[in-house]
């Protein structure tokens, strides 16, 4: 069993920074690790992934050049640095893990999901 603890989450102003972290136990070994996020009245959308190594990492366009996703296979953490915030990246973030990064990307093969953490940007 996996267990994906967020935190992180926060109110923040327009052009601000927001670092989230993913807290991961259990069987992590060789998975991909990535966040979600869902904004009021929307469906849960991808935001980015990454493969066990690194190698391999996906941004959704809309967060691209904005957000960086990292982790740190020694302490099972993961982490989403979020810069210039805009009030469309309000949502509530959810970490999720899976056996491949490409097929996060496409929102299959999720394993795991986190319970999230809130992200508000004000305007």
């Known amino acids: 069993q996996v267990q994906l603890v967020e935190s992180g989450g926060g109110l923040v102003q327009a052009g601000g920074s927001l670092r989230l972290s993913c807290a991961a136990s259990g069987r992590t070994f060789g998975q991909a690790m990535g966040w979600f996020r869902q904004a009021p009245g929307k469906e849960r959308e991808f935001v980015t992934a990454?493969?066990?190594?690194?190698?391999?990492?996906y941004y959704a366009d809309s967060v691209k050049g904005r957000f960086t996703i990292s982790r740190d296979n020694a302490k099972n953490m993961v982490y989403l640095q979020m810069n210039s915030l805009i009030t469309e990246d309000t949502a509530v973030y959810y970490c999720?893990?899976?056996?491949?990064?490409?097929?996060?990307?496409?929102?299959?093969?999720?394993?795991?999901w986190g319970k999230g953490t809130l992200v508000t940007v004000s305007s």
């Open positions: 990454i493969s066990w190594t690194g190698a391999g990492i």
């Open positions: 999720a893990q899976g056996a491949s990064a490409q097929r996060m990307s496409a929102s299959r093969g999720i394993d795991y």
